[in-house]
């Protein structure tokens, strides 16, 4: 069982930036993917970023360029450093992990992003 709780959203304007974390309710270092999704209303969610442990990295098109997923074991968290927001970036955004032998995914409770004009 992990329990993952986000934290980092708000309002920003646009050309702003945002840095989410998610803190796992434990050790981090042996879950192989850890990543953040996100949501906007009326729409699917979607993958946003994708890390794993041995540091490959996967980005929506949208993103590249302008976000970053990092993790630190040490704290048990994820981070999302988002540069440069866009209206377009308005959603809730959620971490995901799947731990290692059962593969079982665990959800966050999302935290809120909005981007301003």
């Known amino acids: 069982q992990v329990q993952l709780v986000e934290s980092g959203g708000g309002l920003v304007q646009a050309g702003g930036s945002l840095r989410l974390s998610c803190v796992a309710s434990?050790?981090?270092?042996?879950?192989?993917?850890m990543g953040w999704y996100r949501q906007a209303p009326g729409k699917q969610r979607e993958l946003v970023a994708a890390r794993t442990s041995s540091g490959a990295t996967n980005y929506a098109d949208s993103v590249k360029g302008r976000f970053t997923i990092s993790r630190d074991n040490a704290k048990n968290t994820v981070y999302l450093q988002m540069n440069s927001l866009k209206p377009q970036d308005t959603a809730t955004y959620y971490c995901?992990?799947?731990?290692?032998?059962?593969?079982?995914?665990?959800w966050g409770q999302g935290t809120l992003v909005t981007v301003s004009e």
């Open positions: 995901k992990v799947v731990v290692p032998t059962t593969y079982r995914e665990y």
């Open positions: 434990r050790s981090i270092a042996s879950i192989n993917y």
